[in-house]
């Protein structure tokens, strides 16, 4: 299976900052990659597939860049209900598999 | 708006079959990828399997001999059901649709999920 590992494994930052979470893959996956957005005790959300397209809904300050084996996610202005864990998945091949998670905190 | 709801015992004692239901309003579910996703506590998301509309199924391997996902067209439900249960079972189980009808990937509508505890 192919491994996930995304950097870091949580930040602290404060209302407007920019925020920039990576994610790496142990192979090549084209741009088959989606980033979810978990906030506690709630199912995860999508953000971005297809590596850049914002999905429907999603706020604009969310971004998705990469192909290959490297990918991040950017928040360019976080603000207070970004408070969550984040995590790519790949879709590339089976199984899919989901990088361990960004807990993102507000100074 | 399509919703799911899992459904199913929260508590299973270890070597028993672990069975969850999700159902499906909203819309039909003879279309699309209806997958099962599990997450341990405190631990990272992890693909179960799938069931396609068609009853196409794919199973990830390092579940595949103690999985079934089937589904049910005239409940517009579809279930999983996991043998032999260990503590490493204990999970949230979610269900999910996928974001496109002819791919299953982004996962874009989810149950709350249920949580199953494996445990005697």
């Known amino acids: 299976a192919i491994q996930m590992t995304q950097s870091p494994s949580s930040l602290s930052a404060s209302v407007g900052d920019r925020v920039t979470i990576t994610c790496r893959a142990s192979q090549g996956i084209r741009g088959d990659l989606g980033w979810y957005q978990q906030k506690p005790g709630k199912a995860p959300n999508l953000l971005i597939y297809?590596?850049?397209s914002l999905q429907r809904g999603v706020p604009s300050r969310f971004s998705g860049s990469g192909s290959g084996t490297e990918f991040t996610l950017t928040i360019s202005s976080l603000q207070p209900e970004d408070l969550a864990t984040y995590y790519c998945?790949?879709?590339?091949?089976?199984?899919?598999?989901f990088g361990q998670g960004t807990k993102v905190e507000i100074k | 708006q399509v919703q799911l709801q899992e459904s199913g015992p929260g508590l299973v004692k270890p070597s028993e079959t672990l069975s969850l239901t999700c159902t499906v309003s909203g819309g039909s579910i003879s279309a699309y990828y209806w997958s099962w996703i599990r997450q341990p506590p405190g631990k990272p998301l992890e693909w179960v399997g799938y069931?396609?509309?068609?009853?196409?199924?794919n199973y990830n391997p390092s579940l595949k001999s103690r999985l079934t996902i089937s589904l049910d067209t005239s409940k517009n439900q579809f279930s999983l059901k996991l043998t032999s249960v260990t503590a490493a079972d204990t999970a949230m189980y979610y269900c999910?649709?996928?974001?496109?009808?002819?791919?299953?990937?982004?996962?874009?509508?989810w149950g709350q999920g249920a949580l199953v505890t494996v445990s005697a």
């Open positions: 998945l790949q879709d590339y091949t089976y199984p899919p598999t």
């Open positions: 069931v396609y509309y068609t009853g196409t199924t």
């Open positions: 297809d590596a850049s």
């Open positions: 999910a649709r996928s974001r496109d009808q002819y791919r299953n990937s982004w996962y874009l509508y």
